[in-house]
């Protein structure tokens, strides 16, 4: 069993760029092709994306990771000789900007589509959730909340086109006006509390409203997998860094940055250096504990809090489930939901097996987070046997279990001003986060558009490569 988070995890160190003894490093460097060198604090999708599209604009990139892998929360464990994502991931049809960057990396032929579903599992009773036929089938409402949710969705996406007033609405106001009352504590509150736990009360209704657009527009529901899962793309990115000049550093954490005159000094396991600029992909109370006073009190949204995420991968023999994703509402399990990713990840790819799993999201600081793996893993199975009469113990190959401390940030009424521009003040901090997401989800589409978005601030910013200084390294 293991018990990591992206942050914390040093473990598994692969063979790319193992660090240096100190005393082994250049007291000094400059690049020779005299290019401008831009450090990215984070090897996850925000920093991989962020450092390829600096190459690509000229400037060199040198990646700080503080684990032993690339993904961040797109990253992978190994079981009996295949490799597995540790959090359920999947790309949908309208990420663009995900698409786009698989298509210059010519990697495109790896994608592959699935039809897929949602179901509804209610006091102990699962309902398929994916279109007009199954809720007028969906007993867990009477019948004028069914037409009253079909009539509340064709508002939210297809009348209600103009949301931006929604910024300052809160989601739990909003949605019973919609929905009605009965349907919003059935239905919407479960999945808030879910998301978003005892914080929901904050979140604007302009976050479901984008939400709900982006993934029910009405139309068949559909899920995408690479071949290989996002450590392929991962790997794709990081070989395309360094066949550009630039450099991936793991298990390189960065221990304090300072903004100076045209340059950002940064301390990590690797010794003190100084870059042209720098660019963050780090959680914001995370890069407040990084900065100097200085440039901690122009950060935005230093406080931001997060949703952390538990969540048990139960590693089958068999399939077990309908739908691709089951939420779970009042029904004595001890998780919010089920995901079978097997439903669009041929199970031929990883050695005929299928994969479930069983999340919370939570804060960081709750007894649900701070749970053994023991008592998560006992609570997966002995959940698995109480809602599926086909469940068996017996198919079950192993069950591991992962926890992230920063996964979603809560986001709060009127986050739309509040939301973090690329560049910190006039400094050459950067950055690049999941802050900076709303009202787009979390997610790798919405890192890899807000990487190129922080790219062309920093080039407007500091002008073009040739013109900006080089790196120079000290002790
Ligand atoms: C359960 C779950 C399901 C999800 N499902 C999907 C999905 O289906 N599709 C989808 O697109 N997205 C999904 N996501 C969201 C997606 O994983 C994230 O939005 C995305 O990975 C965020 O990328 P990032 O690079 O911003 O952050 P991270 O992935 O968190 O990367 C940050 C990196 O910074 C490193 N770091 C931190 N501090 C330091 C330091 N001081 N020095 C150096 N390095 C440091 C960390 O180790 C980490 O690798 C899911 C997430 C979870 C948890």
């Avoid at 991968?313 to 399939?319: C, L, Y």
Wanted: hydrophobic content about 40%.
């Amino acid at each position: 069993m293991q018990n990591t988070t992206s942050e914390e995890d040093t473990s598994s160190l692969s063979g790319r760029n193992k660090p240096l003894p100190r005393d082994a490093m250049p007291a000094r460097s400059s690049d020779a092709a005299g290019q401008a060198t831009v450090a990215v604090i984070g090897g996850g999708i925000a920093g991989l994306a962020s450092a390829y599209y600096l190459q690509k604009s000229g400037y060199r990139a040198v990646v700080f990771e503080a684990a032993g892998q690339l993904g961040g929360l797109g990253t992978h464990f190994e079981h009996q000789g295949v490799t597995l994502d540790r959090y359920y991931h999947v790309a949908l049809d309208s990420d663009d900007d995900l698409i786009a960057l698989l298509g210059e990396l010519e990697i495109s032929d790896r994608l592959i589509w699935k039809e897929t579903g949602m179901g509804f599992m209610v006091e102990g009773s699962l309902f398929p959730f994916n279109g007009p036929i199954d809720l007028l089938k969906f007993r867990a409402l009477p019948f004028h909340d069914r037409i009253r949710t079909g009539l509340g969705a064709l508002y939210i996406t297809t009348i209600k086109r103009n949301a931006l007033d929604l910024d300052k609405v809160r989601a739990v106001d909003w949605l019973p006006k919609v929905f009605g009352r009965n349907v919003f504590e059935k239905i919407w509150e479960p999945l808030l509390t879910a998301k978003f736990g005892d914080l929901r009360h904050e979140v604007p209704a302009y976050w479901v409203w984008n939400t709900l657009n982006r993934e029910k527009d009405g139309s068949q529901e559909v899920k995408g997998y690479l071949r290989e899962g996002y450590r392929g793309l991962a790997d794709t990115l990081a070989d395309a860094i360094e066949a550009g000049g630039g450099e991936i550093r793991l298990q390189s954490r960065v221990s304090s940055l300072e903004p100076g005159e045209n340059k950002v000094g940064i301390v990590s396991d690797r010794g003190a250096e100084d870059y042209a600029a720098v660019i963050s992909t780090v959680p914001m109370p995370l890069l407040a504990k990084l900065a100097n006073n200085d440039i901690a009190r122009q950060l935005p949204v230093a406080d931001l809090r997060y949703q952390g995420c538990v969540n048990a991968v139960v590693i089958m023999r068999k399939r077990l489930e309908t739908h691709y994703w089951t939420a779970v509402v009042d029904s004595g399990f001890d998780f919010q939901g089920v995901v079978e990713t097997t439903h669009v990840i041929p199970p031929e790819w990883i050695g005929g097996r299928h994969l479930l799993y069983l999340m919370n999201y939570c804060g960081a600081d709750t007894e649900l987070y701070k749970r053994s793996d023991e008592t998560v893993k006992r609570q997966a199975i002995e959940g698995l046997e109480l809602l599926y009469p086909n469940f068996s113990r017996s198919n079950v190959e192993d069950v591991r279990v992962f926890r992230a401390p920063h996964v979603e940030p809560v986001w709060t009424l009127g986050y739309l001003e509040k939301r973090p521009a690329p560049r910190v003040g006039n400094s050459r901090l950067f950055l690049c986060t999941t802050a900076q997401a709303y009202p787009r989800v979390t997610a790798w589409n919405t890192s890899i558009a807000l990487a190129r978005e922080t790219v062309g601030a920093i080039e407007a910013a500091i002008g073009a490569p040739e013109r900006t200084s080089v790196i120079t390294q000290h002790k």
